[in-house]
């Protein structure tokens, strides 16, 4: 009991102090360690398992679509990074720099790459000559480094885990296409598989990605009202095509520009988790991507026939398919109870003396907290059941912290008020499309625009902002 | 016809010229392309699928013996990496330094990892107090630089991509026990499912991992007669431990230094695979690994329910879960058949107008050319048999060109003749234990020791090099 009062009292309370909160889960459920390394983390194995679920499940869905894993060097000349000005601009003054190889100095010196769009560049322009090497679908699982000033795990580190798909094609319409599908991709991912909703925009130019012609976006509202972007998918235009002289001569033997984009998530989606699903008892898991989605917990596990018929349910649940453990440690049951509440998994089977004799056993849901009684002929349905069912609650629950959460405003005085009176949040508004106005919107609300989402609606005819036409619904908030 | 012949001429013989045999397979084949990056390359979707196939099944090797996946920062502390005196003295010569981050020149530089023993010692400091903290079993699947002077795709290149094992256990006994179990693991893998044979052993004191008690290797011969080191396992001893401090209290409640391993394999076994299975027609891959196992070429497809039936053995191939591919473009059967044998697909079905009428298809395997009639009854039957005896031939022809390329020498003279008239292979000989004979015998021979076989021979009483009493005999070769 001591042990479990330990584990329940250390976690801060979310609605106390919700920055606290949350390190305090990544700590406690085990997911990483700090290091000695500034700004970067070890992922310990229940945080890497997120990961290699997620990695999985989403490596699946782009090759499904056509899409084939590469490996990039993990480093990129400053002569290459320079090639496209933009692209420059927006990551040189955040990389981390190789200077020197053993003791010798280097003459070119290298970038830990940022992203990987020039390796890709280059790469390209060796292979692609004419329109039978078109289109290239490449992702890559890699990290990545950027030097960022202030660091929280997950959320923003100097190096952090990604996919990065780099694609390219004959003409802007694929491009486009394939910057929709991956958009779309990620949507469907978050939603099924994180039960998280998300919105789906365009980003504002000033938001764009460094180097993209536009820079698609998934917005999620976490449990205290803040903005995390979950995703991004770039299209390039030929720009990039130019500036590293990718051409290829089409069915008329004519020299053309092909066209690019490129798109990625990372360990981010960890840290989204935590904020969307998370309570004052620790993580809640998305079963989808949960390492552990059933445990099994043998109550009075001394008594004869306990751990055999635990053990039992073990094989059962198994051999359905179900990532299960049991744990029949000496840990007091309170502890385990505690501890896998705060590992947030998703289902937990009780199995006692009294069940066995009565051949039930009692299932409860981590979300919510209920315990059904469940006869043990049915246990591989219940359990398919109640996953299914913390799913579902958890994307209900988020999406109605999201409603709760989304302001219709028509001025500014209108945000303020809502900000002020409800809480941090989404702020949906109208926009000119000024970037004078974006700026004063951020300026005099705190929130800045997130995306200008797909599913528009007309909450105003005029800007929020300047009173102008309105030519969007902006999405906007405060972001992680 | 045209593009076929273009595609055959421009392999070099492998007699002629093994090594440029070889670089012209890994771009042929198009495993990997050279970048601006010296001494780093791009890994292309058919080489990293390889990558996949072995990766998948390692870590369903490592799990099922309880290893757990994490990920530690790609960079290390130069005060970090200094605290084992042996390590840093291994390594530092040889690492990337990163000294700025963004414009900020770094305190203390970073080395990209060249492997991560400090970053697990240090995070064990962290995470293990007491007995119950026993034993961690961790492994990460990253990319390494060591800043090599000469390179060669694959084989040595300053960034690779490989697993590291890494581990801590409570005694001795049972580290030792883990180094061995995964020296073991590594050459199940290595024989069963890249078909190649290797020589299990201990390294001598001098070719031991920097800050190691002792290594273990899995060494393997290659076509050409030089050896390839395969896989390492180092047991540490409480060395590690020492250094960085890491302590637990036992049962008895006494402060003791816990025991350390680490084990890794890289995509150097691509190399490897290269180097043992291929000819003068390209690569050859064993069933286990190959990003295709069965290519199904339609012959004269054109012609009506080719493209029909080539669909349905398709699906039925498919179905029996083999990775399989119906190449159906335009390109000629001449030209189709030299560029799935330079790819190296293990098993080739074809199918044309007449195999149709007469209920049959023809299966081709690609390590010796062999066509065989089967009726398409048995189609799923006859393409599992076929993989099976790809592996099987493969493996058979790896273990008889060693064979034929074992040389058990009693002399200095002996090895010198045998390696002047049979060409370059594994030398076994009697070795007194004496770090000079074993330079000595290098300088007068050319062979190197390449590891002390756990199989033991007598092969005569006396060192090859001093006549003094032998302790070992020691394999000798030419190591890549």
């Known amino acids: 009991m001591a042990k479990e009062k330990k584990l329940v009292e250390s976690i801060t309370s979310m609605d106390e102090d919700f920055a606290k909160w949350y390190t305090d889960i990544v700590k406690k459920a085990e997911l990483i360690e700090y290091t000695s390394v500034k700004g970067c983390m070890v992922i310990r194995p229940y945080g890497y398992a997120i990961w290699e679920n997620m990695q999985k499940i989403l490596d699946g869905m782009f090759k499904e679509t056509g899409h084939e894993n590469v490996c990039m060097p993990m480093f990129i ?37 940022p992203t990987s769009e020039t390796l890709f560049c280059e790469h390209y ?26 660091t929280r795990p997950f ?31 990620y949507a469907e991912f978050c939603e099924r598989d994180l039960a998280m909703p998300v919105i789906k925009g365009k980003k504002t130019e000033s938001d ?5 012609e536009s820079t698609y976006a998934i917005e999620a509202l976490m449990h205290d009202g803040k903005a995390l972007q979950a995703g991004t998918s770039h299209y390039f235009g030929d720009g990039f095509a130019r500036a ?32 969307t699903h998370g309570d004052n008892s620790g993580l809640v898991l998305p079963p989808a991507v949960a390492p552990i989605q059933v445990v099994i917990l043998p109550i009075a596990q001394h008594k004869e026939g306990v751990l ?10 198994k051999a359905a398919g179900v990532r299960v453990k049991l744990d029949d440690s000496e840990n007091s049951a309170g502890w385990k109870f505690a501890e ?32 059904t009684v469940v006869s043990l002929d049915e246990l591989e349905t219940a359990v398919a059941q109640k996953l299914q069912e913390v799913r579902d609650g958890l994307y209900q629950k988020a999406l109605e912290n999201r409603e709760k959460r989304t302001y219709d405003c028509k001025t500014i005085d209108e945000i303020n ?64």
Chains 1, 2 share one sequence.
């Not at 990389?95 to 830990?112: F, I, N, P, Q």
């Not at 919107?441 to 929130?447: A, L």
């Open 77 to 113: 000349p400053e002569s290459l990074l320079q090639k496209e000005k933009d692209h420059v601009e927006g990551f040189a003054p955040e990389v981390a720099w190789v200077t020197h190889g053993g003791s010798e100095k280097l003459e070119d010196r290298l970038c830990v790459r």
């Open 125 to 150: 322009s060796n292979i692609i000559h004419s329109y039978r090497d078109l289109p290239k679908l490449y992702n890559q699982w890699v990290s990545v480094v950027r030097w960022e000033k202030t």
């Open 155 to 185: 959320l923003r580190s100097r190096e952090f885990l990604w996919q990065e798909g780099h694609t390219i094609h004959a003409t802007a319409e694929e491009a486009i296409a394939e910057t929709e599908q991956m958009l779309n991709i």
């Open 208 to 212: 764009k990605f460094a180097g993209a």
């Open 244 to 275: 590293f002289d990718i051409e290829y001569t089409d069915k008329e033997n004519k020299h053309v520009f092909p066209h690019q984009t490129s798109w990625g998530v990372t360990t981010r989606l960890i840290g989204a988790i935590i904020m």
């Open 308 to 317: 055999e018929k635990a053990n039992e349910l073990y094989d059962r649940i």
């Open 340 to 371: 896998y509440e705060m590992k947030g998994v998703p289902v937990r089977v009780e199995i006692g003396p009294k069940d066995i004799e009565a051949g039930q056993c009692v299932i409860a849901t981590r979300h919510n907290g209920e315990k």
């Open 417 to 480: 008020e809502k900000l002020a009176s409800e809480g941090d949040g989404f702020v949906m508004a109208m926009w000119c499309g000024d970037e004078a106005c974006e700026d004063a919107v951020k300026e005099q609300t705190g929130v800045g625009s997130r995306c200008i989402p797909m599913e528009q609606r007309q909450i105003s005819d005029t800007c929020v902002c300047c009173g102008k036409k309105a030519e969007h619904m902006v999405c906007w908030g405060k972001a992680y």
